[in-house]
């Protein structure tokens, strides 16, 4: 199990870029009593926009440039010095577009996390919006889920759809599957929170139950 009821759960967050899901993180937890804290925000971009969300947060920002570090083993195992610092109870990935080494995914197994932008196991990989429209999908949707050494593959926590509309572009797509992220991210680390959800021998566990889509 994750944490207690009563204590909120430790996060570390990772980024690269924009941040709106690490926004919707801090919103939920000021403004929807989850019971976590974000104890800091690391980004392998210094000028990511997302640190800059975190400082008026007045959360603790660290930068870990890729380009310094190019070997991946030695990035990441920089990376782990950093994170562990926290001792969080859950590693966030929110936008953080590395691909990470199975020393790093296996040091944080069953509390490392990300969000994809499909409906796993469909649409691994990169441009899933422009990808899902070309195939003519009729819905497309986010997944949240447990972080393995194979790319977006891990179990998955917590996905939701919609019904792609016939005027649908991959912009305004885009845009509709980010609001369902800011949506389903704080609600599937909630779960983790409260101690629901739980990754048992590679498969999720809600209530103690496996459930069918892992
Ligand atoms: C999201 O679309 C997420 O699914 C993907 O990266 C994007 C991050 O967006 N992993 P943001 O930086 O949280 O705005």
Known sequence: MLSSEQTPLSLVVLISGRGSNLQAILDAISEE???????????????????????????PTAVKDHRKWPQRELYDQQLIKVIDHYAPGLVVLAGFMRILTPQFVAHYSGRLINIHPSLLPAYRGLNTHARV??????????????????????????????????????????????????????QAIRWLAEGRVELVEGKVVVDHRPTANT
Not at 33 to 58: C, F, H, T, W, Y
Not at 137 to 156: C, K, R
Not at 159 to 175: C, F, K, M, P, W
């Open 133 to 186: 429209l070309e195939a003519g999908e009729t819905h497309h949707g986010a997944s949240v889920h447990f972080v393995t050494a194979e790319l977006d593959s891990g179990p998955v926590i917590h996905q939701d759809s919609v019904a792609i509309n016939r005027e649908e572009t991959a912009a305004t797509l885009q845009h509709r599957i980010h609001r369902l992220e800011h949506k389903i991210y704080p």
């Open 33 to 59: 009593g989850l019971p976590a804290r974000v104890e800091a925000v690391i980004s392998n971009v210094p000028d990511a926009q997302g640190l800059l969300r975190a400082k008026k947060a007045g959360i």
